[in-house]
C-alpha cells in the first residue's frame, strides 16, 4: 500500500472469505470498531455452514472488537433473505474463492470488487500458542489494510 491520504469511507461494504468464520468477520467486526456506524457492514461467506472461529474470537477480544455473536452466513443465504448484493458500495473479497464468487454474482450490475491478499490462519500453527499468533497476524494484517484504505478511524 502507498501512502496515499485515506480514501472516503463508502457508505456500504461487504466482507467475504470462504466460510464467513474468520477472516470476513474479523474485517467486518474491525471496521465496525473503528469507524463506527458512518459505514453499513456486513461479511458472508462462499459457504456459511461454520460457526465463527473460536482463535477468530480470541485474537479480536484483545483488541475490543466481539465476534461471538456474530452468525455466519453465505452469499445464497443472503440472497434467501433478500439482502442485494447490489446495495453494497464496494465487496471486498479476502480469499480467491470469495472473489470469483463476488465477480459472477455482480457480473450484470457495475459494482467495486476488491480483492485483499489476507493470510488463512486455519490449520497453521502447532500448539494454542502458535495458532494465536498465525490467527494475530491475519488480525492485523486486516487492521492495516483498513487504516491504509480508510484513515485511523474514530478511536485514534
Given at each position: 500500500m ?22 470476513s468477520p474479523?474485517?467486518?467486526g ?7 456506524t458512518?459505514t453499513?457492514?456486513q ?5 456459511g455452514?461454520?460457526e465463527?472461529d473460536?482463535?477468530a474470537i480470541a485474537?479480536?477480544q484483545?483488541?475490543?472488537?466481539e465476534?461471538?455473536?456474530?452468525r455466519t ?7 434467501e433473505?433478500g ?5 453494497f ?7 480467491p ?7 459472477d ?17 486455519t490449520g497453521?500453527g ?6 494465536l499468533n ?13 487504516t491504509?484504505?480508510?484513515?485511523p478511524g474514530?478511536?485514534?
Amino acid at each position: 500500500m502507498d501512502a496515499a491520504a485515506p480514501q472516503p469511507l463508502p457508505q456500504s461494504v461487504l466482507f467475504c472469505c470462504d466460510h464467513n468464520s474468520v477472516r470476513s468477520p474479523m474485517a467486518e467486526g474491525i471496521m465496525k470498531k473503528l469507524y463506527g456506524t458512518e459505514t453499513y457492514v456486513q461479511s458472508a461467506g462462499v459457504k456459511g455452514e461454520l460457526e465463527v472461529d473460536g482463535f477468530a474470537i480470541a485474537v479480536c477480544q484483545e483488541i475490543g472488537v466481539e465476534l461471538s455473536r456474530h452468525r455466519t452466513r453465505s452469499f445464497d443465504q443472503m440472497a434467501e433473505w433478500g439482502d442485494d448484493l447490489s446495495s453494497f458500495d464496494l465487496i471486498v473479497a479476502l480469499s480467491p474463492a470469495s472473489q470469483r464468487r463476488a465477480l459472477d454474482l455482480t457480473r450484470h450490475v457495475h459494482l467495486e470488487i476488491d480483492y485483499w491478499p489476507v493470510l488463512d490462519p486455519t490449520g497453521l500453527g502447532e500448539g494454542r500458542a502458535a495458532k494465536l499468533n498465525s490467527y494475530r497476524q491475519t488480525r492485523d494484517q486486516i487492521f492495516e489494510r483498513l487504516t491504509n484504505r480508510w484513515g485511523p478511524g474514530r478511536e485514534a
